[in-house]
């Protein structure tokens, strides 16, 4: 029995169309496939869903209806490895080559799944977090030196109540702004259902944080090799501006993907 008759059952017995079950099978191997092939992680039972506008129960179906259909096929290819096992002892006993066509074709098949597993198998991250940390070292370093040029500095954030609690307002900058850039990419390269004009809206305002704080990288250390201690005016405005411009584009964005999600739901 395979994949769609599998499900079919299923769906027979939750009153669907065998068509329609047939369908949900092939749709969910496609997100599957997919996934693999561009190396993303597989999208849940709940992103399925809502990319294919279902229950999480009938994805739930359909995946096991390919899990069973992956373990028959496991299950002959094994049982066709253990047919030819003969054929290679006795070749090999009787002094044949290597190249004879049962061995060889037996031989090929068991490196090619060798690879095929290799190749499945997703790159470890692991170099991300040196990547991270060295680059939080320099990005935090310059945005706060660019922060204390344009103004940026010693606070009380509660002043008569904890008179000595003393906040450096430039560390603001490279929170804010790094860690919306972190968050509008997670909303583009996301394999989750969120609406295009989400994806869209994150992937420009992804792009325009990287830029901006690249660009303010440049500032600072061209300052900074200068011997500048108070930024231009113009530097100063654009600096001040960048907490409040962040924390519209995280409401804007947090919206947008909010509303896709109430209505797939």
């Not at 395979?2 to 017995?13: D, E, K, L, S, V």
């Not at 609690?165 to 603001?172: F, G, P, Q, T, Y």
């Amino acid at each position: 029995m395979n994949a769609h008759n599998q499900f079919m059952t299923n769906g027979h017995q939750l009153g669907e169309p065998a068509a329609a079950a047939a369908s949900l099978v092939d749709q969910v191997r496609a997100l599957v496939d997919e996934a693999l092939t561009t190396g993303r992680r597989i999208p849940g039972r709940p992103a399925m869903a809502r990319a294919l506008n279902t229950s999480e129960h009938r994805v739930r179906l359909a995946l096991q209806a390919l899990r069973e259909e992956s373990r028959r096929r496991a299950a002959n290819k094994q049982k066709s490895s253990t047919d030819l096992a003969p054929v290679s002892e006795q070749a090999h006993q009787s002094g044949e080559s290597r190249d004879s066509p049962e061995v060889a074709t037996h031989d090929r098949t068991s490196a090619g799944g060798g690879r095929d597993a290799s190749r499945n198998r997703a790159p470890r991250p692991w170099p991300l977090v040196l990547i991270g940390l060295a680059a939080a070292v320099s990005v935090w370093s310059g945005w706060v030196g660019l922060g204390q040029m344009a103004g940026f500095g010693i606070v009380k954030p509660l002043p008569g109540l904890i008179d000595g609690l003393e906040v450096n307002s430039a560390i603001v900058l490279p929170i804010s702004v790094e860690a919306y850039a972190a968050y509008a990419l997670r909303c583009w390269l996301t394999t989750d259902a969120i609406s295009r004009t989400a994806r869209r809206f994150a992937m420009a305002s992804a792009i325009a944080s990287l830029v901006i704080g690249a660009l303010a990288q440049v500032a600072y250390h061209l300052m900074a090799a200068a011997g500048v201690t108070v930024a231009p005016w113009p530097v100063i405005v654009g600096v001040a501006s960048v907490p409040v411009m962040v924390l519209g584009l995280a409401a804007a964005l947090a919206n947008l993907v909010a509303v896709k999600h109430h209505i797939c739901h």
